[in-house]
């Protein structure tokens, strides 16, 4: 395991994804998509949310590694691809507001304050030379022997509701709703802001069913244990 120092900034957009990304996407797939891993996409011609920097997708050396918000092993796989950097090729890689970039490899994980959170996807960059070389077989090579990252067995019982976090929906009030509210406005914060007023109303019903779709949960607005459990960040 080593740190790969430097980076390779985009220059512009080359119209493809990279072998290399997409040996990348498809381990990844075969690994995690049993755990709710997704593609949300390689080659894409774009800046970087809200700057004018073109964006490493635009030369498709970058994925979007979809994980289910709140997933135990979301970071356990960062980790993992930070400190197998050098031999993977990985030159930054983004997840849940923070980001570790070869630019400043000893650094560890940073502050990651762009506009997108990156807490329901990894955004992991290659160098060109990964780019263009990484297969699959490598990544099991590097990544295949590492512990697996801790998974939910299917036999543990649903979380009991944490202490002070009853099961809510619509027409609720109080601080509870107050809670959930504050909660959801941190997940999202590209979306318009949720009035933390403690009463639950339509819109946020609408954001519980948001979060729920997109962390896997059952979507039907209520939020019960396994609901509070993935907000509170069990
Ligand atoms: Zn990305």
Redesign the pocket.
């Known amino acids: 395991m080593s740190l790969l120092s430097g980076y390779e900034p985009a220059r512009s957009c080359t119209g493809s994804p990279t072998t290399g990304a997409r040996a990348l996407m498809s381990w990844y797939l075969g690994a995690y998509a049993g755990r709710g891993g997704r593609n949300?996409?390689i080659y894409n011609c774009r800046s970087v949310a809200g700057t004018s920097t073109t964006?490493?997708?635009g030369e498709g050396r970058?994925?979007?590694l979809g994980v289910p918000v709140g997933a135990s092993w979301a970071q356990g796989l960062a980790d993992q691809l930070r400190l197998n950097s050098a031999e993977l090729g990985v030159q930054c890689v983004?997840y849940n507001r923070r980001i570790w970039s070869g630019a400043h490899a000893a650094a560890g994980w940073r502050p990651y304050t762009g506009a997108n959170p990156?807490v329901d996807?990894l955004?992991v960059e290659l160098s060109w030379n990964s780019a263009r070389g990484l297969t699959p077989e490598r990544v099991q090579q590097v990544l295949g022997g590492q512990p697996a990252p801790p998974s939910t067995p299917p036999t543990t019982p649903p979380p009991s509701a944490p202490p002070g976090h009853p099961t809510i929906r619509r027409g609720a009030k109080g601080d509870p709703v107050r809670e959930l509210q504050r909660i959801l406005n941190a997940w999202y914060p590209t979306l318009p802001q949720l009035a933390v007023d403690g009463d639950f109303g339509p819109a946020t019903e609408a954001r519980v069913k948001h979060m729920q779709e997109r962390a896997g949960l059952t979507v039907d607005g209520i939020v019960g244990p396994k609901t509070w459990a993935r907000l509170l960040g069990g």
């Open positions: 949300l996409g964006s490493l997708h970058a994925d979007d983004i990156h996807h955004h």
